[in-house]
């Protein structure tokens, strides 16, 4: 299995590497929705959508209901139950999807 997001957006795409409010870089996969089977972490696949969508981490903790320095924490921690990376990917319009290798299919 692999994770996968998809996200509603228009034209527009972002490059395999990007600066992010806080200064750090993240590497996108080449396909830009794969994770390429490497592992992805909760934080990183936010982070990824956040670069897709030119979502700040002020602008996300917002939406989310909570104050930028506890998103930052939550970010740092890596610590996501699934409903909270759930919610986080909802605030900025993309959803998490189970795909399954062997039969292609994908799970919502």
């Keep these: 299995m692999g994770a996968y997001f998809r996200y509603k957006r228009e034209e527009g795409s972002i490059q395999d590497t990007e600066k992010i ?16 089977g490497k592992m992805t972490t909760g934080s990183k696949l936010v982070k990824m959508v956040m670069l897709e969508t030119g979502m ?14 506890s998103m930052a924490n ?4 890596d610590y996501w139950a699934f409903a909270d ?7 900025m319009g993309a959803e998490l999807a189970v795909h399954m290798k ?5 799970f919502y």
Excluded at 102 to 106: E, I, Q, T, V, W
């Design 85 to 91: 990376l759930q919610k986080a990917l909802n605030c």
């Design 74 to 77: 939550k970010m740092h921690r």
């Design 102 to 106: 062997k039969s292609g299919k994908l």
């Design 56 to 69: 700040t981490l002020r602008e996300l903790a917002g939406l989310y209901g909570m104050k930028p320095q």
């Design 21 to 36: 409010e806080t200064g750090k870089e993240v590497e996108l996969m080449e396909e830009g929705n794969k994770t390429s």
